[in-house]
């Protein structure tokens, strides 16, 4: 471990530029996951399992995931710009290849 950020705060590496996330997709995926849990936890109701605290809990989850879609696209949010892969410059020289 090293020691000389904590005494010099100077040394630090500067902080990482923040990732441009789309904030529908992460909600989409996450109500998602609470509907297929709620779906399970139905199944083992039907089948005589004693899990109403987790229905309610995936329940409220999907409540909450919906809302929070729903509070995105009134906001009207622009999803994040695709990033463009550049392409490497080509060689302009001549490589020769020694048999």
Do not use: E, N
């Not at 040394?11 to 909600?27: E, G, H, I, Q, T």
């Not at 005589?48 to 809990?57: D, T």
């Amino acid at each position: 471990m090293k020691f000389a950020p904590l005494i010099d705060p100077a040394v630090r590496k500067p902080a990482p530029k923040p990732v441009r996330v789309d904030l529908r997709k992460v909600f989409a995926i996450g109500t998602g996951l609470w509907i297929v849990a709620l779906i399970v936890v139905l199944i083992l109701l039907a089948v005589g399992y004693s899990v109403m605290p987790l229905v309610i809990m995936c329940v409220a989850g999907v409540i909450i995931g919906l809302l929070l879609l729903g509070i995105l696209r009134p906001l009207g949010l622009p999803p994040p710009r695709t990033v463009t892969q550049h392409k490497l410059p080509l060689m302009t020289g001549a490589v020769s290849v020694a048999d």
